[in-house]
T-cell receptor
């Protein structure tokens, strides 16, 4: 069964304090791993897609990396506006059209 | 910037009633999805739709659920006989992809409350 877990469940950082979020996955044949940001009461917002181990992508203060069993979202010098829940998802299913989401990491960045 | 829209933003219904949730995906997108998120829980895949038919569906998407693309713009989710446990936020998403990334663009959601 395809599964995604994320840690920590919640993370509080001071502004400027860098850290990493973890996404561990079990899927038969990874087609793609996705990172999303979700603000309270809103739909997820796409951040990154990763396809193969060793791949890295960056956007502003965020950098996503992928290994064969997990992905990390590194946040460098975060700002209060980075506060959100960060979701990881894997592309699964017989035709790659079933997307399995993790429970998310709730990030709070304090000024 | 194009975006996915959903109506209504909040729907209150009584148990056993039928509800239809509506979505307008981004106009040139080809794949459409419905997800639900029970309060405080993770986003759960319901169904994917491509070329006017269901591509995949989850165990949640039983005979009480159906989807339709009645015209070139709308994408609907129907729940025939709502249950208390159907109360959740329902998100529609779409993606373009012809061999590209399945990055999905989500709508703002419809909060469904079943009483």
């Amino acid at each position: 069964e395809d599964q995604v877990t994320q840690s920590p469940e919640a993370l509080r950082l001071q502004e400027g304090e860098s850290s990493s979020l973890n996404c561990s996955y079990t899927v038969s044949g990874l087609r793609g791993l996705f990172w999303y940001r979700q603000d309270p009461g809103k739909g997820p917002e796409f951040l990154f897609t990763l396809y193969s181990a060793g791949e890295e992508k960056e956007k502003e203060r965020l950098k996503a990396t992928l290994t064969k069993k997990e992905s990390f979202l590194h946040i460098t010098a975060p700002k209060p506006e980075d506060s959100a829940t960060y979701l990881c998802a894997v592309q699964a299913g017989n035709y790659g059209q079933n997307f399995v989401f993790g429970p998310g990491t709730r990030l709070s960045v304090l000024p | 910037e194009p975006e996915v829209t959903q109506t209504p933003s909040h729907q209150v219904t009584q148990m056993g009633q039928e509800v239809i949730l509506r979505c307008v995906p981004i106009s040139n997108h080809l794949y459409f999805y419905w997800y639900r998120q029970i309060l405080g829980q993770k986003v759960e895949f319901l169904v994917s739709f491509y070329n006017n038919e269901i591509s995949e569906k989850s165990e949640i998407f039983d005979d009480q659920f159906s989807v339709e693309r009645p015209d070139g713009s709308n994408f609907t989710l129907k729940i025939r006989s709502t249950k208390l446990e159907d109360s959740a936020m329902y998100f529609c998403a779409s993606t373009f992809t012809l061999g590209g990334s399945y990055e999905q663009y989500f709508g703002p959601g419809t909060r469904l409350t079943v009483t």
